[in-house]
Nanobody
């Protein structure tokens, strides 16, 4: 089992920045990919960014490419999402997810473990 806890969400103005963190506990000795997803009201959960176990490979959705950066510190069992140039359409609950196969996929169904989410609100 892997437990994930997100933090760092909040209210920010258009063009501002936020840094989300996701702390993992439990089965942290396994090598697994991690990703960030988001879900806005009345919309499906969508992939934002993913990173493999050693951080050598990252993947981004078109909507986040160039503005968001995913990284991880395995010594701290933590994954980060640095979000810059935020837009009102980035407003959503952001979730951290872990895939024990170490494959970065964009389908939410492929991820076995999820955090509780953290709210990000971008005002115009």
């Amino acid at each position: 089992q892997v437990q994930l806890v997100e933090s760092g969400g909040g209210l920010v103005h258009h063009g501002g920045s936020l840094r989300l963190s996701c702390a993992a506990s439990g089965r942290t000795s396994s090598r697994y990919a991690m990703a960030w997803f988001r879900q806005a009201p009345e919309k499906e959960r969508e992939f934002v960014a993913g990173i493999d176990w050693n951080g050598l490979r990252q993947s981004y959705a078109d909507s986040s490419k160039g503005r968001f950066t995913i990284s991880r510190d395995n010594a701290k069992n933590t994954v980060y999402l640095q979000m810059n140039s935020l837009k009102p359409e980035d407003t959503a609950v952001y979730y951290c997810a872990a895939d024990l196969t170490n494959l970065i996929t964009r389908a939410a169904r492929d991820y076995a473990y999820w955090g509780q989410g953290t709210q990000v609100t971008v005002s115009s």
